[in-house]
């Protein structure tokens, strides 16, 4: 199992850097084009979440159940994580006016990371 995390955890090691960096790329311009911040910062951070977990459980099933990892493996792997994050970043688009009045909704336009994204567009 030791070495299953090990090939995993190497394969896909910098995926997430480059994912934080795109998501807090997209959340700034959306919010430059005028998306209302909670709904911008929502998106990408649902976006995110899933992309990585589907990357990340993608990568590791593959070298548990293959015994491989790296090349072919993590570009199938980051494949299903684009996907992943860009579904779930049309849903929150599309079934936006559902989200916002939650109490989920409400609490991410109104936190830190909100107000932060606001006071730097």
């Known amino acids: 199992m030791r070495k299953v995390l090990t090939l995993t955890g190497r394969s896909i090691r910098g995926v997430p850097v480059l ?4 998501t807090f790329w997209q959340v700034n311009n ?17 976006g995110l979440t899933a992309g990585a977990t589907a990357t990340f459980g993608a990568s590791y099933g ?3 159940a293959l ?5 072919p493996v993590t570009l199938g792997a980051v494949a299903i994580g684009i996907g992943a994050s860009a579904l779930t970043g049309w849903a929150v688009e599309h079934y936006w006016d559902d989200i916002e009045n ?13 107000h932060a994204f606001n006071a730097i567009s």
């Open 62 to 64: 593959a070298a548990l």
């Open 30 to 46: 959306d919010i430059a084009a005028g998306k209302p911040s909670d709904r911008a910062v929502t998106s990408g951070v649902a």
């Open 19 to 22: 994912g934080v960096g795109l």
């Open 102 to 114: 939650t109490a989920v909704g409400r609490a991410i336009g109104n936190s830190p990371i909100g």
């Open 67 to 71: 015994g491989v990892s790296g090349g």
